[in-house]
């Protein structure tokens, strides 16, 4: 959390506001680490004077495309916030970093938990990044057959493998969890006996828990914020990840179950999304 819906959102919230505006300096707070590469003295350098020409998402980066041919890649982790203001707006204590504008607003990075990371990455690093990372989930290039061939090929549960950011860019807890819902898949499914129509299955449910996601603003659980500083409102449409274990299955009455897959909590319906496979 921010999965790819939030991370759409701060950057679509983003976009006209901030493309084409100029880095006038660069102010850190007490905590340099949020500038995972190059130093943070280096960075400030490198980035002062120069303009944001787009912002683009890969996965769940956040990409500020700079005329110099180098992007700030923004990873905004688990409770990471990147949005744009005006000075006198209160800053809070957990704001680690300010792109100052040349026209007079700010872009602020803020992380409660301090585990987001920006990284001003060269043309040849940020290749290096995009093969890293999985296809991504929305991309029509990425078919069924294509998708059903990337299953069939790996033997891990299908829950972990979804949340693997170089098989499949984007996805995290929440949206796994949905996706296997809305397919009717277990979690714990080995990923090479999914069936070719069990696989245009799971894929569909992934795009349409995606597309709604982002369609309502991503999902506040409780500290995501767009760009603009605004909540979404997906929290309200979750199937399956909100509940505890006991709760009645939204489709069946059935009892939830939770468990542990890959150091996640996971939630499922053990009647609608049986182990044994068909």
Known sequence: MPELPEVENVRRSLMWAVAGATIAAVRLGAFTGCIAAPSPAEFAARVTGRR???LRRRGKYLLLALDSGETIAVHLRMTGELTVTWPDASAGRHHHLTLALADGREIRFSDTRKFGRLR????AELAALDRALGPEPLDERLTPDRFAAMLAARSRAVKPLLL?????????????????F????HPLRPANSFSPSEAARLLEAIRAVLRGAIARGGTTLRDY???LGRPGSNQHYLQIYHLDAGDPCPRCGEPIAR???GQRGTRFCPRCQPLATP
């Open 52 to 54: 944001i020409v787009e």
């Open 120 to 123: 001003l990455l060269t043309p």
């Open 164 to 180: 693997d950011q170089s098989f499949l860019a984007g996805i995290g807890n929440i949206y796994a969890d949905e996706a296997l």
């Open 182 to 185: 809305l397919a009717q898949l």
């Open 225 to 227: 914020r767009d760009g």
């Open 259 to 261: 468990l542990v897959v």
